[in-house]
């Protein structure tokens, strides 16, 4: 079983920035696909970013290309998700999710395994 515990969400004004992190436990940590999904209040959950179990490959959500950057330091079992000028659009639930067979597409939410249990991001105008 593998437990996933996300935090740095908060609220803040558009053009600000946030850096959420999700904390894994178990130790083949190093051995998952991680990526970070988003749920807006009336909407299905989405695919925000991915990064292979290396960190040599990330994807990334065609409206957060160029803003957003997911990393993971495999030494402390944590993946990140620095977001850099937040747009109002960008209010959701943020989730984190872990993919151990590393197989399906990185896009669908089917993918994952394991799931956490979310952290609010709230952008104002």
């Known amino acids: 079983q593998v437990q996933l515990v996300e935090s740095g969400g908060g609220s803040v004004q558009a053009g600000g920035s946030l850096r959420l992190s999700c904390a894994a436990s178990?130790?083949?940590?190093?051995?998952?696909?991680m990526a970070w999904f988003r749920q807006a209040p009336g909407k299905e959950r989405e695919f925000v970013a991915a990064?292979?179990?290396?960190?040599?490959?990330?994807y990334y959500a065609d409206s957060v290309k160029g803003r957003f950057t997911i990393s993971r330091d495999n030494a402390k079992n944590t993946v990140y998700l620095q977001m850099n000028s937040l747009r109002p659009e960008d209010t959701a639930v943020y989730y984190c999710?872990?993919?151990?067979?590393?197989?399906?597409?990185?896009?669908?939410?089917?993918?994952?395994?394991?799931w956490g249990q979310g952290t609010q991001v709230t952008v104002s105008s």
């Open positions: 178990g130790r083949t940590f190093s051995s998952y696909s």
């Open positions: 990064i292979s179990w290396s960190g040599d490959y990330a």
């Open positions: 999710a872990a993919n151990p067979g590393g197989g399906g597409s990185y896009k669908i939410p089917s993918s994952y395994d394991f």
